[in-house]
Structures are given as C-alpha cells and as structure tokens.
C-alpha cells in the first residue's frame, strides 16, 4: 500500500485489491473514501444523504459499508476461496453417495431383469459352473 504523509497525519492509500483481501464483512468509510481517493467526512455526508450507490448501514452517528456490496458496485467480485479440507472431504463424501446411489440402480434393474428371465435357472447354472471348478 503506497503511504503518502501530509503535515497533520499519514494517510494510508488503498486499492479495491486491498478490500478484496480483507476478511471482514464490513469496511470503515475512510477506507471507502481511501480507495475512492475522497475525503471521509465528505463520504459520510453523502451516505447519510443516501447519495452512495453501494450498501450502507447507518446507525446513529456510526456508519458502516458492505465490504462485498461496496467492490459488487465498481466492478470486482470476490477473490475465489480456497476449500478447506473439511470442505474437500464433504465434497468427496457427496461424490461417493452419488455413485453409490447409481450402483444401487443398476443392482436393481439388474435384480428385475434376472427376476423376469428366471433368477432360479442362473442360480442352478452358477452352482453347476462352481461344482464343475471344484473338481
């Protein structure tokens, strides 16, 4: 983050870079008057006009922005998450059920087919082809 330093104070100059990495739900207005290159005070004011285009809450004399509404309104979305091995775990979980699932439908189909070409006479037929590999 690139500081520049006046005579009262030093200013912290952000990116919408920044605000993407943070992990919070909410930023302050003076980072929002930051990345915009405007003046808190000036911010502030228009948010209690309702003249700011991204998502505002204001609570008494506290005003607070949406961290995702403010980079959704100038064209940035949010940094794409890593999965957890918690998450990835859960993920391969749902893979296996799903083939299972599937398994299970082809064991039933399989079972009905067997059922109506006589599920008896394939039996009979395995035992005699173990009997016969036995000998």
Avoid: W
Avoid at 93 to 108: D, E, F, M, P, R
């Amino acid at each position: 983050m690139p500081v520049a330093e006046t005579a009262e104070r030093m200013v912290i100059r952000m990116t919408m870079n920044d605000v993407a990495e943070m992990t919070c739900d909410f930023i302050t207005p003076a980072v929002a008057a930051s990345v915009l290159k405007m003046d808190t005070g000036r911010l502030i004011e228009y948010a209690r006009k309702g003249a700011l285009p991204f998502p505002v809450q204001i609570s008494g004399n506290r005003v607070k922005i949406s961290r995702r509404g403010f980079m959704e309104c100038y064209g940035y979305a949010e940094p794409e998450k890593k999965k957890t091995t918690a998450e990835q775990l859960l993920a391969e979980v749902h893979q296996i059920n799903t083939a299972l699932k599937a398994l299970g439908l082809i064991v039933a189909r399989l079972l009905r087919v067997l059922d109506e070409e006589g599920y008896d006479e394939l039996l009979d037929a395995a035992e005699t082809a173990e009997g016969g590999m036995k000998q």
